[in-house]
């Protein structure tokens, strides 16, 4: 059973009445982020109830020593983990010195929770009866500046209702926090200073082995009734812990409210010895704008983000909470202002995979941001892999590759390989085709060439030197095979000739000798220097043009379907629609080794292939594949759900196409997979914004012009969306009659709507 306690409305997530046993799930679903720092929903109050406490900060990490039973050459030394940070968020509240805590208060009413996402910020409400009989109200307002990245702010108000009271606040700043995802509950911090200045304090401290040093910080202002309280306060601390402690008699139904301003400055920005200075100019400067003057500056900020990449729809809003919950968190997990930063399967809401950089990145996210951000958003997420092109080298060099050969790594926070389990590390290999293709879908959208004769053939050439090497030569077949690998399907590991890996292996040499081609007739001094660099020679090239023209692809002529990998038939054919659901989902129910020989499929494996290579195959090759793999497939990624609707709506399956769209947005709203306490599927997120803008828009670059086929759902009024081509933004709006198209920009452009060439003109509806 799904959950459904999130109350449907198009611009706010909701969360009615208290329930203890949401609040893991609650924390997930509240976070917010501004791309440098993001925090899960935790209490500002003594919460004692069971809880996930997390802050983090962007690019800050630690390398947690890998845990294997044995150990394996070529293993990774170390997962790295994104690490929760000194906790600033906190404020112990005393009711005649009786604390404020939800666990174990008489009485909880009125209690709300929202998410307001068109205005980026979290608030909370709710009365209390406490163990003294006092009766309190409580108002909440925070949010994680995207004006100041450096900055968040509390606005915390208590009400007595039944009698005056006395009211203590007490802010603190904690250092002496642990992750809850950690392999051997090492100590990840080390405290290097505590200090205060006035009504300001701060923690510095910097991470073990990795030595990121930080400074936390905090400032207060007490107000009663909006009238601002001029007061001192006592400061306590101890060796990893600051508070500063506030005290006022309250009347009866008078308003106590505290602004909490805290944050994090880091020495990815700051000079290390500086940072307490850095800290107190922060700290100046928000404290001077004010709460509400930063809220306003925040939802102007917001207000920005969503003139371009809003997706609204008309008739359905539990789709339209969905696509614009997906959108908001990718907004608040990477703006693309940090070259060195990239985007974590979890974004700042948890800490399984890692926090770090995934295939999904090129796989998924860089169409988002390439069509609603400037295009230098998507080129600086190419170049972070650019920048790491000599660790990928290494990576391979490691397992035995050789000549510049270029594997990168399944998880990284740095270019190295921290990914500690055999199946994935050293099999799930498909991930470097990725990489290559988002250098062509890069250059495919934006006909920005530039980038592979500066930086991105050296990156094709890597990648395509280590799958000549991959691949063997099978005498028995006369082709070359890959053998040992774990497809996007992680159902199924160490099997011979995945297709889809076999596929984009031959894909990604072709490419690379394509664009040598290209970047020696057309960019020459960039190709002497290359060829100088990485030294290749023609007798390279023809090898790997040998490996490419004889790749073995495993086939049934009895299905005339491409075998998702050679021992896919010998499975026990039975779908999906046969399992019990009681066994859903299987990777909570099944033992591994159930799983592996079962003929389930986590996600789009061959059907991945498809998708991003589809003009190698025609509708009915489509259709043929999608009928025999669909009915197998447990959706169990969240990667899964947003190709099969992408593919349903080119099939004309506009039911299905809805079904898996609607899955894909409300993945962790509705937590489909039973996980969402653990923090939101980021990443997959994208894909929401692509089952949309590619599935139900029929958008794709053919020809090198921009081309939709509009399709609706029958449930929908309309929808729209806007795509930055070329610095020239397309507004779509489909209805249940047509479709119009508006351009902003000077000059008119020529686009492909199901087929024909239309001309759009700068601010003239088009209705097709």
Request: charged fraction near 25%; proline fraction near 3%; hydrophobic fraction near 35%.
């Amino acid at each position: 059973m799904n959950q459904d306690y999130i109350k449907p409305n198009e611009w706010s997530i909701i969360e009615e009445g208290f329930n203890s046993e949401k609040v893991k799930s609650s924390e997930s679903l509240f976070s917010i982020g501004n791309g440098a720092m993001g925090q899960r929903a935790n209490f500002e109050e003594t919460y004692t109830g069971p809880t996930f406490q997390g802050s983090y900060i962007a690019g800050v990490y630690y390398p947690d020593k890998t845990r294997v039973g044995w150990w394996k050459n070529g293993y990774p030394e170390y997962f790295a983990k994104v690490l929760n940070a000194p906790n600033w968020i906190g404020i112990n509240v005393l009711i005649n010195d009786e604390k404020l805590d939800l666990h174990t208060c008489k009485e909880v009413s009125k209690f709300k929770r929202e998410l307001n996402m068109q205005e980026g910020w979290l608030s909370r409400s709710f009365e209390v009866v406490l163990q003294n009989d006092v009766k309190i109200k409580v108002d909440t307002k925070r949010f994680l500046s995207l004006e100041l990245d450096e900055v968040g702010a509390i606005s915390y108000n208590v009400t007595p209702l039944n009698s005056g009271a006395k009211i203590t606040y007490t802010p603190y700043l904690d250092a002496g926090i642990t992750n809850e995802d950690t392999n051997w509950d090492d100590q990840f911090w080390d405290v290097l200073n505590i200090s205060q200045n006035n009504q300001q304090s701060f923690i510095e401290a910097r991470t073990m082995k990795t030595h990121f040093y930080t400074c936390t910080f905090m400032e207060s202002r007490l107000f009663i009734d909006n009238d601002e309280v001029i007061t001192g306060c006592n400061n306590e601390q101890t060796s990893n812990f600051t508070s500063c402690n506030y005290q006022q008699e309250i009347k009866q139904n008078q308003t106590y409210t505290i602004h909490k301003f805290g944050g994090y400055v880091v020495d990815r920005n700051h000079k290390k010895e500086a940072l307490v200075t850095a800290a107190k100019e922060t700290l100046d400067k928000a404290v001077s704008f004010g709460f509400d003057a930063l809220l306003e500056m925040q939802k102007q900020s917001w207000a920005q983000i969503w003139k371009m990449s809003d997706i609204s729809i008309e008739g359905d809003v539990k789709a339209q909470q969905g696509i614009r919950f997906n959108i908001f968190q990718l907004n608040q997990t990477y703006l693309g202002t940090d070259a060195t930063l990239n985007i974590g399967p979890k974004g700042f809401t948890g800490e399984k995979y890692g926090g770090s950089t995934y295939w999904d990145t090129e796989a998924y996210c860089i169409p988002f941001y390439m069509a609603t951000k400037d295009q230098s958003v998507a080129r600086t997420l190419l170049e972070y892999r650019y920048e790491h092109l000599e660790k990928a080298i290494e990576n391979a060099t490691k397992l035995g590759f050789t000549n510049g050969a270029a594997l990168y790594p399944m998880v990284t926070m740095n270019g190295e390989e921290c990914h500690n389990e055999w199946e994935i590390t050293f099999e799930e290999i498909h991930r470097n085709g990725a990489i290559a293709f988002a250098i062509f879908n890069y250059y495919r959208f934006t006909d920005d060439y530039s980038y592979i004769p500066e930086k991105g053939l050296e990156v094709l050439i890597g990648i395509a030197r280590f799958w000549q090497q991959r691949a063997t030569f099978s005498s028995d077949k006369e082709k070359f095979m890959i053998l040992g690998v774990t497809g996007p399907n992680e159902y199924e590991n160490n099997i011979n000739n995945n297709w889809y890996t076999n596929y984009i292996a031959k894909w990604c040499i072709n490419y690379a000798l394509e664009n040598i081609d290209i970047v020696k007739t057309d960019h020459i001094s960039d190709y002497i220097r290359i060829k100088e660099k990485v030294n290749f020679s023609e007798e390279e090239l023809k090898a790997m043009k040998n490996v490419a023209d004889n790749m073995y692809f495993p086939y049934s002529e009895k299905h005339n379907v491409f075998l998702q990998q050679d021992g896919f038939l010998d499975k026990e054919l039975i779908t999906v629609a046969n399992l019990e659901k009681s066994q859903r989902p299987i990777n909570q129910k099944w033992s591994w080794d159930r799983i592996l020989r079962s003929p389930y499929i986590k996600q789009a494996d061959t059907l991945q292939g498809f998708y991003m290579f589809e003009n190698d195959f025609s509708t009915e090759e489509l259709e043929r594949h999608f009928d025999f793999y669909e009915p197998f497939t447990v959706h169990e990624s969240s990667l899964s759900p947003c190709v099969h609707s992408i593919q349903a709506a080119k099939l004309g399956r506009m039911n299905q196409a809805y079904e898996f769209y609607l899955r894909t947005s409300r993945l962790d709203l509705d937590d489909y997979n039973h996980e969402v306490e653990e923090g939101l599927h980021t990443t997959s997120m994208a894909g929401t914004w692509m089952s949309i803008v590619e599935g139900f828009g029929g958008m794709r670059v053919l020809n090198n012009t921009l081309s939709f086929s509009p399709k609706i759902p029958k449930g929908w009024n309309s929808y729209s969306f806007k795509v930055n081509f070329r610095h020239q933004v397309i507004t779509v709006n489909v209805n249940q009659n047509g479709a119009n198209f508006e351009l902003e920009g000077n000059n008119e452009i020529n686009i492909l709507v199901n087929g024909e060439t239309v001309k759009v003109s700068p601010n003239n509806l088009l209705t097709v």
